[in-house]
């Protein structure tokens, strides 16, 4: 097995085919914890759409404010706000050669539209890894969820806690702890996520594309069965 922990140890396997790589899985199934390590492995950029949300919300646009309110109550913002807020970000120069999604698409609608978008870029294919984890521990490990203010390292105080409590290991910056991650609001999010997106497991099954990934071991072997995939897409 090659050091997963390489940056750009991977590279040549996907960008040079150019490659659309989307984790599918339920709130707190590891998405954003294993999209930092596979962008940085790959050499592409990691696009996390609840990440540009609350950009926007910290800015006050106008997109923000219509998507707040939504994302307190845990609800999906709709795929029309969505869809052009992707479409922006991906029409920049280092999305040419793909890209690594994290928490989209979340909707039929919404890969739909993707596959559009993959079609427009040219890009030679598309996996999804379906994180596969057991429903019980997904409020551990949102409710202990800590993130860098800075740099967006993502911590748990149960799992995989910082040296120092509250403050990141890597640059010392302040740990914080997401409004939506309070239990009433997990609810909302994990009921949402089964009536909208759990249908994209199927959707992507019936066309190929789906691997499925045990997300219930630690974040270290995940990482090496994703790279393991990764790395054997050129014969897909
Ligand atoms: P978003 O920000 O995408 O949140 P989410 O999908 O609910 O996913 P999370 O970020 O909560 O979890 P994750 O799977 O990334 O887990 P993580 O790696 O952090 O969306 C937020 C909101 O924005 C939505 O509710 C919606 O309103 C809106 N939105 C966003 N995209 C949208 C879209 N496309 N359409 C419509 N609306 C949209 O890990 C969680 C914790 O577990 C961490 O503490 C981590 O350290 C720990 N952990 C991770 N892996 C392991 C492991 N293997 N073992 C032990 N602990 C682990």
């Given at each position: 097995?090659?050091?997963?922990?390489?940056?750009?140890?991977?590279?040549?396997?996907?960008?040079?085919?150019?490659?659309?790589?989307?984790?599918?899985?339920?709130?707190?199934?590891?998405?954003?914890?294993?999209?930092?390590?596979?962008?940085?492995?790959?050499?592409?950029?990691?696009?996390?759409?609840?990440?540009?949300?609350?950009?926007?919300?910290?800015?006050?646009?106008?997109?923000?404010?219509?998507?707040?309110?939504?994302?307190?109550?845990?609800?999906?913002?709709?795929?029309?706000?969505?869809?052009?807020?992707?479409?922006?970000?991906?029409?920049?120069?280092?999305?040419?050669?793909?890209?690594?999604?994290?928490?989209?698409?979340?909707?039929?609608?919404?890969?739909?539209?993707?596959?559009?978008?993959?079609?427009?870029?040219?890009?030679?294919?598309?996996?999804?890894?379906?994180?596969?984890?057991?429903?019980?521990?997904?409020?551990?490990?949102?409710?202990?969820?800590?993130?860098?203010?800075?740099?967006?390292?993502?911590?748990?105080?149960?799992?995989?806690?910082?040296?120092?409590?509250?403050?990141?290991?890597?640059?010392?910056?302040?740990?914080?702890?997401?409004?939506?991650?309070?239990?009433?609001?997990?609810?909302?999010?994990?009921?949402?996520?089964d009536r909208q997106t759990q249908p994209l497991v199927e959707y992507y099954k019936l066309r190929g594309l789906l691997s499925s990934v045990d997300a219930?071991?630690?974040?270290?072997?995940?990482?090496?069965?994703?790279?393991?995939?990764?790395?054997?897409?050129?014969?897909?």
């Amino acid at each position: 097995m090659a050091d997963v922990t390489a940056d750009g140890g991977g590279a040549d396997v996907l960008r040079g085919q150019g490659c659309a790589v989307i984790l599918l899985g339920p709130p707190g199934a590891g998405k954003g914890t294993q999209a930092q390590r596979i962008a940085q492995r790959y050499l592409l950029p990691h696009l996390s759409t609840g990440d540009m949300f609350r950009d926007h919300i910290q800015r006050g646009t106008d997109l923000g404010r219509k998507a707040k309110p939504l994302m307190e109550r845990g609800e999906l913002v709709p795929d029309a706000i969505v869809l052009g807020m992707v479409e922006d970000r991906i029409s920049q120069p280092d999305c040419e050669r793909g890209f690594v999604f994290d928490g989209f698409p979340r909707t039929i609608q919404q890969a739909d539209d993707l596959e559009g978008i993959c079609k427009r870029h040219k890009l030679g294919f598309t996996i999804v890894l379906y994180l596969v984890v057991n429903p019980e521990l997904l409020v551990r490990r949102l409710t202990g969820r800590r993130i860098c203010k800075a740099s967006g390292h993502i911590y748990n105080v149960y799992e995989r806690p910082p040296k120092r409590e509250g403050f990141c290991d890597l640059d010392g910056s302040e740990l914080i702890h997401r409004a939506d991650d309070s239990e009433a609001v997990i609810g909302e999010r994990l009921s949402a996520y089964d009536r909208q997106t759990q249908p994209l497991v199927e959707y992507y099954k019936l066309r190929g594309l789906l691997s499925s990934v045990d997300a219930m071991a630690e974040a270290d072997t995940v990482t090496k069965s994703i790279v393991g995939i990764l790395d054997g897409a050129k014969a897909f």
